[in-house]
């Protein structure tokens, strides 16, 4: 089974979705689930993916449902633009939606309910659907899924009042970079080192100060404090736009 692996939040779906090509017959549905197991506390982002992959694999799919809605961020799975497995007679033309958690007792909540009526809406929006053309796994199954305690009067108020938050252009673009980032700290970097070993001229402190308090690199001569310099203003520049 191929799957995608991706983990976005709301803003980079939005540019996700508006730059997907969903094929010459696009979905026509949404079909909501949840996952029930893992529940959102067993949940491990990648390493639950991967579970899910060779469960799936196990009963001999070739695909699987097409986007994991978690905590952590809303999970590429299966391509949108294939069919997917997850729903018997629903599965032709529908994007499988599994919410993560058990939703038999409890409604969505925290970011997992902000990051599914993102991508209910962002979904709805690209697919020009409305909310008529919104499944619920049990509405073709014996199953409770997408869980007893979500209704379609809450998910169609919930949905009405829902509003993706605007985006600000680069600002949200750094604050995603960053959030995102799990590279290790530069190789030349200990913790027990100064980070600034040549005088600096008063010009370039500022930058300077900024380079060494976030630990990007070290400043060991003249030419470092030019790209210090540099650095800065490129920050203040992305931050201003
Ligand atoms: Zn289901």
């Not at 996952?35 to 060779?54: D, F, H, M, N, Y």
């Not at 007792?105 to 902000?114: D, H, I, L, P």
Request: proline content about 5%.
């Amino acid at each position: 089974m191929d799957i995608l692996n991706k983990c976005l939040t709301s803003n980079q779906f939005r540019d996700y979705v508006k730059g997907y090509n969903f094929g010459s017959l696009p979905a026509n549905k949404l079909v909501i689930h949840h996952t029930w197991k893992p529940t959102k506390e067993s949940w491990a982002g990648e390493k639950s993916i991967l579970g899910l992959k060779r469960y799936y694999e196990k009963k001999g799919w070739k695909v699987g449902p097409h986007l994991f809605v978690a905590e952590d961020g809303i999970w590429l799975f299966t391509p949108m633009r294939k069919d997917g497995i997850h729903a018997a007679k629903l599965n032709h033309r529908s994007i499988g939606i599994e919410i993560v958690g058990d939703y038999n007792t409890a409604k969505w909540s925290g970011k997992t309910k902000t990051n599914a009526f993102g991508v209910i809406k962002i979904l709805l929006e690209g697919l020009n659907l409305t909310e008529n053309d919104i499944y619920f796994h049990r509405d073709v199954s014996i199953k409770s899924c997408p869980g007893w305690a979500i209704t379609k009067e809450w998910l169609f108020y919930e949905l009405s009042e829902f509003r993706l938050k605007p985006r600000i252009p680069g600002r949200s673009d750094l604050e995603d970079a960053i959030r995102n980032t799990t590279a290790p700290a530069p190789v030349d970097y200990h913790a027990s080192e100064e980070m600034v070993l040549i005088p600096v001229p008063d010009w370039a402190r500022e930058a300077v100060d900024f380079v060494a308090r976030h630990k990007l690199f070290k400043i060991r001569s003249a030419e470092d404090v030019r790209d210090a310099v540099k650095f800065y203003r490129f920050y203040q520049l992305i931050r201003n736009l």
